[in-house]
């Protein structure tokens, strides 16, 4: 059964920097794309970005130019690099990847930014 697991998550001041991760499980097959979510509570899940393993990559304006994400072929691990963190990047993270044309969830993990 494959599973992504997140972690990473936590508390950090508003400036300062969070890397996330997102191990895939249960297969041989590699994450052929990777993209993060977020959610805030009472609100919709917000794309951030999304990276291809081929290289390519597109990210939210809201994020754009403050958070990376890559992918580690060889552990079959997707990152979430965020940089310059503000109060309003306060939410639930989530994962999801995409292995054999199929989409997987990881099951989030909340990064709470303080002033």
């Known amino acids: 059964q494959v599973q992504l697991v997140e972690s990473g998550g936590g508390l950090v001041q508003a400036g300062g920097s969070l890397r996330l991760s997102c191990a895939a499980s249960?297969?041989?097959?590699?994450?052929?794309?990777v993209a993060w979510y977020r959610q805030i509570q009472g609100q919709s899940r917000e794309w951030i970005g999304t990276?291809?393993?081929?290289?390519?990559?597109n990210y939210a304006d809201s994020v754009k130019g403050r958070f990376d994400i890559s992918i580690d072929n060889a552990k079959n691990t997707g990152y979430l690099q965020m940089n310059n963190l503000k109060l309003e990047d306060t939410a639930v993270y989530y994962c999801?990847?995409?292995?054999?044309?199929?989409?997987?969830w990881g099951q989030g993990t909340q990064v709470t930014v303080s002033s």
């Open positions: 999801k990847g995409v292995i054999r044309g199929r989409d997987y």
């Open positions: 249960g297969t041989t097959f590699s994450m052929n794309i």
């Open positions: 990276r291809l393993i081929a290289g390519a990559s």
